[in-house]
């Protein structure tokens, strides 16, 4: 029997400090007036998105899993946690402990072994992705929202094969080499999510980012990652390519 599973998406702001964003490579918002003496702001917000696949475990405990987007599009499952279940309203993933700390009111049952041995993650794991296409067809989540989360539901297809061919002719091999070497820069930058910086980079949705690594893989101008992962370096082939039109240009200019 599939188990009972809620997908909810989650928006808010959190407070972060100013170090940890630049690691990150966090956009900010600045919280409070500036201090009068150092003219400097210490309190910065960072938004947050969040979707959050929660289920059941007995009557009195929730498991609420955290998705992440891998660079392949697929779902994973970034954070479990196990909560009390209230009848309260509460964001997802969160419960009265969140915001109360040690001054929530404790759980009536306690938390065993029992529970974690009842988790089934594997198994919530597998439906994931049937789920959010039912989201993607009920249209739950918004389409900008599944846009910058890299999960843009599928395009339908072209009407004949000769026309998605043509379109993919519009991109050389030189076109690809240059695409293999952003996408070796991204990779190698703090923050861990290539594909998004790629998008923001040329302007385009990080589905369609994703789709041109994948040609440059399949072009033989990028070296092939592990499955769910960001990763791959440029070919010797793609630096050749860069290398000779380098060389090009220099010439023109003399």
């Known amino acids: 029997m599939a188990p009972k599973l809620t997908v909810v998406g989650d928006v808010r702001w959190e407070t972060i400090d100013a170090a940890t964003a630049r690691r990150l490579g966090l956009e900010t918002r600045t919280l409070g007036e ?12 960072v938004k947050v998105e969040d979707l959050w696949v929660e289920t059941p475990i007995d009557r009195d405990w929730l498991a609420c899993y955290r998705l992440v987007t891998a660079d392949d599009g697929t779902l994973h499952v970034g954070e479990l946690r196990v909560l009390p279940r209230e009848s ?11 915001w109360q ?9 306690r938390l065993t072994s029992r529970h974690v041995h009842a988790l089934r993650v594997a198994l919530h794991a597998e439906v994931f992705d ?3 296409t039912q989201l993607r ?8 929202a599944l846009d910058r989360w890299g999960l843009t539901a599928p395009q339908p297809p072209a ?3 000769t026309r998605a061919t043509d379109k993919r002719r519009k991109y050389s091999d030189l076109d690809y080499a240059r695409i293999a070497r952003d996408y070796q820069a991204a990779s190698t930058r703090k923050g861990g999510r290539p594909i998004v910086a ?5 302007g385009i949705s990080p589905s369609t980012a994703r789709g041109l690594v994948a040609r440059a893989r399949e072009a033989g101008m990028l ?3 592990h499955q769910g992962q960001h990763g791959g370096v440029m070919t010797d082939r793609a630096e050749q390519l860069l290398a000779s039109r380098q060389r090009k240009r220099k010439t023109k200019k003399r």
């Open 88 to 98: 309260a309203v509460r964001r997802p993933g969160t419960w009265s402990g969140t």
């Open 223 to 225: 070296s092939q990652g």
């Open 101 to 109: 700390g040690m001054h929530a009111t404790a759980p009536t049952k």
């Open 159 to 161: 009407k004949t094969a």
């Open 130 to 132: 049937q789920i959010l």
């Open 34 to 45: 500036p201090a009068r003496r150092t003219g400097s702001v210490h309190a910065r917000a």
């Open 137 to 144: 067809a009920d249209r739950q989540i918004p389409q900008t």
């Open 198 to 202: 790629m998008a923001k980079q040329r």
